[in-house]
């Protein structure tokens, strides 16, 4: 398992550098350049999602991108197919580090490193039995952070691919809807997701997903407290 962390630990940086030194300019250009050619667009975007995890390329430009190409009525179940078709390799590489391909294995850290991991590991499993896999995925859709980690916490918690389709379905609509209708309309492709919709959509998805979570929430807290209600009464 340390092999397999230390493996984890290349890509997350090489994803890292390729995303920050990634040629944004460069790859506006070529979508510009071919957007009158629908053959050529076509293979472009399908290398542009093929490439996203490569590169940690963000979700919401891509579907600018596919709007600015295609419009609303074509661009958002590509861009939706898209986006839930690039979660799958991130996944299943987190869930093969994590081990949850093996059940045999099991990471192990020692000091500040192995405790600040645990505790993230257990937090976020904590999350999806609490919301469930389906609701826990979509409500991390929901909330603005990005796709990956959303994919590798889904991942390292055992959510099966089924939960983590169905979920990101879901909970990428409302971003990649928004984001299509930006790209569609825009005279001109840019890198900057959706312009002056990105605070109004942020605040109404958190809001969303807030709601999806506050019932499981509830129950966790009334659970816990009777829990410790009735631990107090053996005790007295």
Not at 106 to 131: K, N, Q, W
Request: charged share 10%; proline share 6%; aromatic share 6%.
């Amino acid at each position: 398992m340390r092999t397999r962390a230390f493996i984890g630990a290349v890509l997350s940086c090489a994803i890292l550098a390729a995303g920050v030194l990634g040629p944004s300019s460069a790859i506006l250009g070529l979508v510009e350049s071919a957007a009158n050619d629908p053959l050529l667009f076509g293979l472009l975007v399908v290398g542009l999602y093929l490439v996203r995890p490569l590169l940690a390329l963000p979700t919401t430009p891509l579907a600018v991108v596919v709007g600015y190409g295609y419009g609303v009525t074509l661009g958002v179940p590509i861009a939706l197919l898209g986006v839930v078709t690039t979660v799958l390799p991130v996944f299943v590489v987190a869930r093969w580090i994590a081990g949850r391909d093996d059940p045999s294995c099991s990471t192990s850290f020692d000091g500040l490193l192995g405790t600040t991991l645990e505790r993230t590991g257990t937090a976020v499993t904590r999350y999806y039995d609490t919301a469930g896999p389906i609701r826990g995925v979509v409500a991390s859709r929901l909330a603005p952070i990005p796709s990956d980690i959303s994919t590798c916490a889904a991942a390292v918690s055992g959510v099966r691919v089924r939960h983590l389709l169905v979920g990101t379905a879901i909970g990428e609509l409302p971003w990649t809807v928004a984001a299509v209708i930006v790209g569609s309309s825009a005279a001109t492709v840019t890198a900057g997701g959706v312009g002056e919709l990105g605070l109004t959509l942020t605040v109404a998805c958190i809001v969303a997903a807030a709601a999806l979570l506050a019932g499981p929430a509830y129950r966790a807290v009334q659970t816990r407290t009777q829990t410790r209600s009735r631990g107090r009464s053996t005790d007295s």
